[in-house]
C-alpha cells in the first residue's frame, strides 16, 4: 500500500514538472525604448536628443517637433507610413509598439506639455523655431 501511494506520488510529481516544461515560455516584451528606436530609425539625419546636432542639416530636431505638429497626431502618420513632401524622407510603417514607444519619447522632449518652474524649459518651450537653413543654389 505504501509502495503504491508513493508510486502514485512520484507519478503524480513527473508528470506535473513535466507539464510545466510544456508550457511555452511568455512572449518577449517589446524591447527597444523610444530613444533606441529614433536613434535607429530616424538618427540616420535627424538631431534625436535635448542638445545634438543631426547629421543632415535640413532635417530639424527631434526636440523641435512638437512646435511644427502635434504629436499625437504623429500617430496617424506613423501608422499610414511616415512621408513628407521631400525626397531624402524615406517613406516607412511602424509597428503598434515601435509607435507607441516613439511617441511617447517625442512627448517627453516637449518642455510645454507639463507644468515647469525651470526657466531654460520654459524658454525653449516659447521660443520660435530656428530659420531653416537655406537651400543649396541649383
Given at each position: ?90 517613406r ?21 506639455a ?25
Amino acid at each position: 500500500m505504501i509502495r503504491t501511494n508513493v508510486t502514485v506520488c512520484l507519478f503524480a510529481a513527473g508528470l506535473a514538472l513535466s507539464a510545466c516544461k510544456s508550457v511555452p515560455p511568455p512572449p518577449q516584451t517589446w524591447k527597444y525604448s523610444g530613444h533606441e528606436l529614433v536613434e535607429r530609425k530616424c538618427g540616420g539625419c535627424h538631431a534625436v536628443d535635448m542638445s545634438d546636432i543631426g547629421p543632415n542639416p535640413d532635417s530639424p530636431p527631434l526636440r523641435d517637433l512638437f512646435k511644427r505638429y502635434p504629436i499625437d497626431g504623429l500617430d496617424e502618420a506613423f501608422t499610414k507610413g511616415l512621408s513628407v513632401g521631400h525626397y531624402d524622407m524615406p517613406r516607412f510603417t511602424l509597428a503598434p509598439e515601435e509607435r507607441a514607444e516613439i511617441l511617447s519619447y517625442l512627448k517627453s522632449l516637449n518642455p510645454c506639455a507639463k507644468p515647469s518652474s525651470d526657466d531654460i524649459a520654459m524658454r525653449r518651450c516659447f521660443a520660435p523655431l530656428p530659420d531653416a537653413p537655406a537651400s543649396p543654389a541649383q
